[in-house]
């Protein structure tokens, strides 16, 4: 374990005069009058170190950095997995990258190919009729639905609508999504074994229902026993279903939401179908729809045009553009790599390894960790550290503890009706032996909370620095460079 909070050097305090080893000419050329008044005339301040000294510095940096090609990610509702590198090298093709979404589309018809295809292999993985692949991310793709909603109901004369159902497990954009395009939110409760609240959802129902946001598997790592009864109620009452499909992984070969009962759905390309996931993106949320509310689907359309593609905007029921051009067109194509790289049997592979993965995770685990719903999971699980938290150790100092064994933590606080939870996702990528070393680690610390408590709650102590203020963090970053020795 390397010394506790050495921070890095900072290229200013390794500076050493005259040590700098770029040496640039004088210029003869002329700047001229008007430009003369823009010249420096004494040097920049810059730091004075070898060429040698400037990269391993920043090459250092650069392994103080956690990322998924260096370690395990277990964050739970993330799929925060291995993408494979083919995906990147197709995305990178001059063909596909150099492309401007704005060349007429005789010039661009391989792109809409893809794209064109893509939408029909996510229609028949997920059982939809029609997709539109525009939606920046799951939250836009969300946004987009409930817009769809909107008219189909308006179209209906139903305009008295305006209550959005969701799960009290539900991801936090779910509401969100709905209140911005100005629905009102009913919550419902979660049963004793995680499901949606039959009871409570019936007398959630009414008249003035638009429809249910519902995420199957759901935030607890479960799948959904009573899905179809959901479905029937909902639909009893006049109202619309939406998946959050974040979790698709989970499913992949193994159900379709579009044979649950969902009218529309979105996906996470970026999750489920491999591209580099976090800080902040980039992301893809496609949007994708059963017979009834397809005509609503935003335009532009990619359609069949003679023996070529074109893109269709003569769609008088559509809700409109919800984005510039064609959505985050190199994710897109990441997606359809994977896809055509796996093929059916290989993505069915993919959704039961990650059950299985989730599933040995927890066996490991539950004797160390009480667990929030103890049933067979589905890709993630949640556990609580409501017992070690009486002990004085809370989910947070859990979630520290672990970066000094090597491992990023897994999510914490979420779902929000988990006391003291710890959400983790293995994913379909990782081995056994990692798995095995994660989980030994997760039983050190559980041990180590029973013996020495005080030091969990110091932990990280082989990071670069120590157990920061992340609330003070938030409502007052620094964001930029303040020189501590400057008088």
């Known amino acids: ?67 998924v090609d ?51 292999l996510l229609c028949g993985i997920t059982g939809m009729a029609e997709a539109s692949l525009q939606p ?113 992984n989970a499913l992949l070969g193994i159900a379709r939401p579009g044979d649950l009962g969902f009218d529309v759905l979105h996906l996470n390309l970026h999750k489920t179908f491999s591209t580099p996931h976090g800080a902040g993106g980039p992301g893809a949320g496609p949007v994708l729809a059963s017979a009834a509310l397809a005509p609503f689907l935003p335009v532009p359309r990619v359609v069949r045009k003679g023996d070529g593609f074109a893109l269709d905007h003569d769609r008088p029921r559509s809700i409109g553009r919800i984005r510039a051009h064609h959505g985050n067109f190199g994710v897109l194509v990441r997606a359809y790599t994977y896809i055509r790289r796996l093929g059916e049997d290989g993505l069915r592979a993919t959704g039961e390894d990650a059950v299985l993965a989730a599933n040995y995770l927890l066996a490991r685990l ?17 556990l609580t550290a409501a017992a070690q938290k009486r002990a004085g150790v809370p989910a947070l100092d859990i979630a520290k503890a ?29 081995t056994k032996e990692t798995l095995d070393e994660f989980a030994a680690a997760m039983l050190r610390v559980a041990e180590r909370v029973k013996a020495d408590p005080a030091g969990v709650r110091a932990a990280p102590l082989s990071t670069p620095v120590g157990r920061l203020d992340e609330v003070a963090a938030a409502r007052r970053p620094v964001l930029t460079w303040r020189d501590a020795t400057a008088t």
């Open 402 to 430: 672990l970066i000094d064994e090597g491992f990023h933590p897994p999510t914490t606080y979420f779902p929000l009706i988990v006391p003291e939870a710890l959400m983790i996702e293995p994913t379909e990528t990782e």
């Open 136 to 248: 920046a991310a799951g939250a836009h793709a969300e946004f987009a639905a409930l817009l769809m909603f909107k008219a189909y109901h308006r179209e209906r004369g139903e305009t008295k609508r305006r209550r959005v159902i969701v799960p009290d497990s539900a991801h936090g954009t779910n509401p969100a999504s709905a209140a911005m395009c100005g629905f009102d939110v009913t919550t419902v409760k979660s049963d004793a074994r995680g499901n949606v609240d039959l009871a409570a959802l019936e007398a959630a129902l009414g008249d003035d229902v638009v429809g249910m946001m519902l995420t199957n598997p759901n935030t607890l790592g479960l799948f959904e026993e009573h899905v179809l009864e959901v479905s029937a109620a909902v639909r009893r009452a006049g109202g619309l279903m939406y998946g959050d499909g974040a979790n698709m």
């Open 70 to 120: 260096a370690g395990f990610y277990p964050l739970g509702s993330c799929t925060m997995k291995y993408n494979p590198k083919v995906n990147d090298r197709v995305a990178s093709l001059p063909g596909f990258a150099d492309l401007h979404p704005l060349q007429p589309e005789q010039d661009t018809q391989g792109a809409l190919a893809l794209l064109f295809e893509l939408e029909r």
């Open 366 to 382: 539950r004797g160390a960790f009480d667990v929030a719903f103890d049933r067979p999971c589905m890709h993630e699980f949640v």
């Open 1 to 67: 374990m390397s010394a506790p909070h050495q921070l890095e050097p900072l290229l200013t305090e390794l500076s050493e005069a005259g040590r700098g080893s770029v040496q640039v000419p004088d210029s003869s050329l002329d700047a001229g009058p008007a430009l003369a008044g823009f010249l420096r005339t004494t040097p920049p301040a810059l730091p004075e170190l070898s060429e040698l000294e400037v990269v391993r510095h920043y090459t250092h940096l650069s392994k103080l950095n956690y990322s």
